[in-house]
Nanobody, 117 residues
């Protein structure tokens, strides 16, 4: 059974930083592209960043230069370092696992990030 458990969300002031983590189990982690998505109230879910098992990364234009995605294949974890946070970054952040073998996609339950003064 696939489990993706996010942690690290919370309330932060504009300009601040947060680090999100996602612990994965029940998947072949090294055969999986990991990613972070986010969903703000009344908005569609959007891609934030992805990272392949080899470490290749992709970012949404809105977070380039501010967010960094990383993974630890030994610990089956993926992290999202978020700096220079803006109120527009407020959303539920969801961890995603995409199997490069089956094409199946799994989701975590999400962690809420609120950027407000």
């Amino acid at each position: 059974q696939v489990q993706l458990v996010e942690s690290g969300g919370g309330l932060v002031q504009p300009g601040g930083s947060l680090r999100l983590s996602c612990a994965a189990s029940g998947i072949a982690f090294t055969l999986t592209t990991m990613g972070w998505y986010r969903q703000a109230p009344e908005k569609q879910r959007e891609l934030v960043a992805t990272i392949t098992s080899g470490g290749s990364t992709k970012y949404a234009d809105s977070v380039k230069g501010r967010f960094t995605i990383s993974r630890d294949n030994a610990k089956n974890t993926v992290a999202l370092q978020m700096n220079s946070l803006k109120p527009d970054d407020t959303a539920v952040y969801l961890c995603n696992a995409l199997s490069t073998i089956t094409g199946m996609r799994d989701w975590g339950k999400g962690t809420l990030v609120t950027v407000s003064s």
